[in-house]
């Protein structure tokens, strides 16, 4: 689950990790007083409003400014709050902003330049251990860095037995350049991010930048925090940050019908029983050309009404223009399963405009066949992998 940037910085406030202090406003006049608590509590003058939505970017599309005054507050929040904001990382429409952060400005001059680093924790997936990943080109497009200058990544794994040791934490301090006071307040920054994540059963903290501020201060300027779902039923509190609006709505009906349903930018519908015969599905259906609509595990009861289910689902897609039911009948009869395409496709009647193509396989898949065949309904029908992907490729044509 992806949280806000003031939801991120929230827990990791609630561990003792240094952040830009903010206040959420869902308004012009919230955003103001918000802006004068500001001022009372840390006695900055100068803020910056950022729209709060879940994609990065947001500087790049105009969501995070500098206001110099109360007046520059309201109207700088007037205009983002409602905006369809446009970031490297949305779609071309954008993303509602619904709410902005008014945050203190943590870039004020002072003694020494201010300095922006980048860093994550996250699981390296290849040796099943967490990693501190931090480079000083904070600010930017990670991508990029990686890109063009992989020397300045640097990664740090943590042994799960030992957790983050302390000269570990001061090897991060120093390859980032620090020395002094700020290499100490990096340490203690480091150490907490990371209890942070642990503690929270987090799946990746990206804190990009973490800033180095002119009197040696370190602190979390962004945050995008994903939690481990599976995790959620530890942290009550968290699970409710959950912000449904953010989130494709169809996935979220299909979720909570209990359906594991993935919207993508194709044309071909695609159902299927189990994640790996899914992802079959769907590399074939590329293969042959065509583009796969969405991921669909209906699971492991493909009955009549999960499968009306999914037909309904697949249909909310308007850009779907077949549909592939590729299941393998092992423990549920292909038979069975047969009868219920016959079935949800008589409840629908109209409700299906598009052709469909059923591919079952396995336990009685010959009478399912026949079982299709006879119902006189308009769904083709096959037994062979490829047969199925090509006679989509047919209908579209
Ligand atoms: P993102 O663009 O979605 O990653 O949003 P960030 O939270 O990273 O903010 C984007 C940029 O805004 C940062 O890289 C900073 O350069 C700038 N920014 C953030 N906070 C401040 C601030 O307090 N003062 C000033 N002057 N700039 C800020
Ligand atoms: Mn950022």
Redesign the pocket.
Known sequence: MNLH?YQGKEILSSFGVRI?RGIVAHNHKEAVDAAKELTNETGTS?Y?V?AQVH??????GG??K?AKNLQEVESISNDIIGMMLV?PQTSAEGKKVNQVLI?????YPGESETE?YYMSVLLNRETGRNMIMYSTEG?MDIETVAEETPHLIFTEEIDPSLGLLAFQARKIAFNLGLSGGALKEMVKFVSALYTAYIKSDSSMFEI??VLKTSDNKIMA??AKVTLDDSALYRHKDYAEMRDLREENPIEVEANAAGLNYVDLDGNVGCMVNGAGLAMGTMDLIKQSGGEPANFLDVGGTADAERVEKGFRIILKDPAVKAILVNIFGGIVRCDRVAQGIVDAYKNMGDAIQVPIIVRLQGTNAIEAKQLIDASGLPVHSVVEFQEAANKVQEVLA
Do not use: H, I, M, S
């Open positions: 940037e830009q100068w910056v950022k994609a990065g970017g947001r500087g790049k969501g995070v500098l970031t945050c203190e400005d943590v870039y922006e600010g990009n930048p300027v962004d």
